[in-house]
C-alpha cells in the first residue's frame, strides 16, 4: 500500500507539473466550459441529422431523438483545429486548464443537481418522462434523480450531457496529445495508440448514436447526481488519465506489445459494438436474422441468439476488454493507468447485479428460463 501510495503521489506531482491544478476557476476556465456547453448546444440544434424515436415509455409515449452527434462532433474538431491553426488559441488550452477546468465541471454538476432535484419534487406532471420519483429522502433523491427525463431550455438533459461527456473527454485527449507533442516534439508510439483507440471508440459511439437511444441509462435510470456528474465529470477526467500518465511517463513499446495491444482491441471494439447492434436491431425489429439465422428468444422476449447466446452481458466484456486496451500502451510499471478499466470492472459487475435483480422481478419464471438457457453473465466458461 506504501508503494501504490507513493506512486500516486508522484503521478499527482507530475500532473501539477504539466498543468493539472484543481484549483478555484478562473475567468478564463469558467468562459471555456460556458462556451462549450453552449457552442454544443447551438451545433445541436442547426447541424442535421435523423430524428429516432426512442423506446415506447410507461405512458405509451416516446422521446424523439436528433442523433446528429457524430455530424456535430466532425463540425466541432473542424471548428476547433481552424481556430488554433489560425493561432486564436493553443491546441494544448483545455490540458493547459485541466484542473480548473475539473473543478468547474464538478460545481456546475453539483448545481444542476440540486436544481434537478428541486424542480423535479415539485413537479406535477404526470408524464412517465417528467413524473417525480421523489422518495422523500433527500440524499437518496439527489444522488439518483427524481424525473426520467428532465429537460432545460428545450433540451433533452441526459440525452445532451452524456453527448458532452463523450466528446469532452475526446477533446482533453487530444488537447493533452497536443500539449505532449509542444513540450516533446513527438508523440511514443504508446500515445499514439491509446490516442487512436480512443478516438475509434468515440466515432463509434456516436456514429451508432442511435443505439444509445435503447440503452439502460436513458430509458430507466434517473437523472440525478450519478449520472450528471458521472457524464461531464467522472467520464471525461478520468478516461483521460492515461493520456496525462503517458505524457509525463513515455512509455516504449515493442512491436509484439504494440500488436497485441491492437488486437485485444480489436476483439473487445468487434465484441462491444456487434453485441449492443444485435440488442438494438433485435428492438426494432425481433424478427431480423442474426447471424443468418432467426432469432431464437425465451418467452418471447429474451434474446439468446448470436452474442447474447454466449453470455448474458457479452457487451460488458467487449467494454472491458476495450478499457484494457487504453491502459496497455502504458505499460505495467504503474497502476495508475489501469484506474479506469478497474473502475469500469467494479462499475459493469455492480451493474449487473442491478439489472440482474430488476429482471427477476420484472420477468420472474421466464427469466429463470432464460438464466438455464444462457447461464454464463459477462465472461463465458469463468463468470
Not at 61 to 71: P, V
Not at 218 to 224: L, Q
Not at 259 to 274: K, P, S, W
Amino acid at each position: 500500500m506504501e508503494m501504490v501510495g507513493s506512486t500516486a503521489a508522484s503521478y499527482w506531482k507530475s500532473m501539477e507539473e504539466h498543468g493539472f491544478r484543481p484549483d478555484q476557476p478562473s475567468s478564463r476556465s469558467w468562459a471555456l466550459l460556458a462556451g462549450y456547453f453552449v457552442g454544443l448546444a447551438v451545433l445541436g440544434v442547426v447541424v442535421p441529422g435523423p430524428k429516432i424515436q426512442g423506446v415506447v415509455l410507461a405512458d405509451k409515449t416516446r422521446i424523439t431523438y436528433k442523433c446528429n452527434g457524430f455530424a456535430v462532433l466532425v463540425v466541432l474538431l473542424a471548428v476547433l483545429a481552424g481556430g488554433a491553426s489560425a493561432g486564436f488559441f493553443s491546441p494544448s488550452i483545455i490540458a493547459d486548464q485541466g484542473g480548473e477546468l475539473f473543478v468547474a465541471a464538478l460545481i456546475l454538476c453539483t448545481v444542476l443537481s440540486i436544481y434537478l432535484q428541486v424542480v423535479g419534487s415539485l413537479s406535477r406532471s404526470k408524464s412517465t418522462s417528467l413524473v417525480s420519483h421523489a422518495t422523500g429522502n433527500v440524499v437518496h433523491d439527489w444522488w439518483f434523480g427524481v424525473q426520467l427525463n428532465p429537460s432545460l431550455l428545450g433540451l433533452d438533459l441526459k440525452f445532451f450531457w452524456i453527448r458532452a461527456g463523450m466528446m469532452g473527454w475526446l477533446l482533453i485527449n487530444l488537447s493533452i496529445a497536443a500539449k505532449s507533442y509542444l513540450e516533446h516534439g513527438s508523440l511514443p508510439v504508446s500515445m499514439v495508440l491509446f490516442q487512436v483507440f480512443c478516438l475509434i471508440y468515440v466515432l463509434d459511439y456516436f456514429w451508432f448514436e442511435e443505439y444509445m437511444t435503447s440503452t439502460w441509462d436513458i430509458i430507466a435510470e434517473h437523472f440525478g447526481f450519478m449520472l450528471v456528474m458521472g457524464d461531464v465529470v467522472w467520464i471525461p477526467f478520468t478516461f483521460s488519465i492515461q493520456a496525462w500518465w503517458l505524457m509525463t511517463n513515455r512509455a516504449e513499446l515493442t512491436k509484439v506489445a504494440a500488436f497485441m495491444d491492437v488486437v485485444i482491441f480489436l476483439i473487445g471494439y468487434t465484441v462491444f459494438r456487434g453485441s449492443n447492434k444485435q440488442k438494438h436491431i433485435f428492438k426494432k425489429d425481433p424478427k431480423a436474422l442474426i447471424w443468418g439465422q432467426p432469432p431464437k428468444v425465451v418467452g418471447g422476449k429474451l434474446l439468446v441468439s448470436g452474442y447474447w447466446g454466449i453470455a448474458r452481458h457479452c457487451n460488458y466484456l467487449g467494454d472491458l476488454l476495450v478499457a484494457f486496451s487504453f491502459s496497455l500502451p502504458c505499460g505495467f510499471s504503474s497502476p495508475i493507468p489501469y484506474f479506469y478499466p478497474t473502475y469500469l470492472l467494479i462499475l459493469l459487475l455492480w451493474r449487473e447485479r442491478r439489472d440482474e435483480a430488476k429482471c427477476r422481478q420484472k420477468y420472474k419464471e421466464v427469466w429463470v428460463e432464460y438464466c438455464k438457457t444462457v447461464p454464463w453473465r459477462i465472461i463465458p466458461g469463468l463468470y
